[in-house]
């Protein structure tokens, strides 16, 4: 039976869910219920792939850390599925475990632009009519307000970042030209100059 397969795009981010709809409660064939495989596509990184048992732990973790980031607390989340940790300011740290033995787990580094892509995936998948994900009681969507406060603290790091790099270089380099600088001897060369004209 020819599975249905639908796509949510945000950039550099793409999530492709694959499965059949439940007809017996007579839905529409282009419907999604029964999810069989979903695949996430970040630019330059590995595919992620896998099923429905899968996908929920996975999105779930990216709602709670961002909820951490979003109220300034200590952004660090740990599961057997998945742990996310912010290396900095702009980089954040995905360790993706595999449920099968000796696979070694999948180390993922993204940017702030490239989180708020995934997390904009997840929620068009939520809000999509086509597909239904059955929430667990742990499931945790970031309430609108707190969405904006996220967006906001990305745009902020992308905009005050690369301005505040090449201010401190330009410090830097300033005080380098300070170090090398001699007024004692550059007043010398002054002197010589004037006798020279002097004597002329």
């Not at 000796?102 to 904009?120: E, H, M």
């Not at 380098?176 to 004597?199: A, C, Q, R, W």
Request: a positive charge; one cysteine or more.
């Amino acid at each position: 039976m020819m599975q249905n397969k639908l796509s949510f795009h945000q950039s550099s981010v793409s999530l492709e869910i694959i499965g059949l709809p439940d007809y017996s409660n007579n839905e529409n064939k282009d419907q999604i219920s029964i999810i069989s495989q979903w695949k996430l596509t970040i630019v330059d990184k590995p595919l992620i792939e896998g099923k429905i048992e899968h996908l929920q732990p996975i999105m779930n973790a990216f709602y709670i850390y961002s909820n951490l980031l979003i109220k300034n607390e200590i952004p660090i989340y740990h599961s057997k599925l998945i742990d996310i940790k912010a290396d900095n300011l702009h980089i954040h740290n995905i360790v993706l475990k595999s449920s099968k033995p000796n696979v070694n787990p999948l180390v993922l580094k993204i940017g702030n632009s490239l989180l708020l892509d995934t997390i904009n995936c997840f929620d068009q998948l939520n809000e999509s009519s086509k597909v239904r994900i059955r929430k667990t009681s742990s499931y945790k969507k970031i309430p609108n307000k707190l969405r904006f406060g996220l967006n906001n603290k990305v745009k902020f790091f992308n905009f005050i970042m690369p301005p505040f790099i090449a201010i401190s270089s330009l410090i830097l380099f300033s005080s380098t030209l300070v170090y090398f600088y001699n007024p004692i001897e550059d007043e010398g060369k002054n002197e010589l100059i004037k006798n020279k004209i002097k004597s002329n």
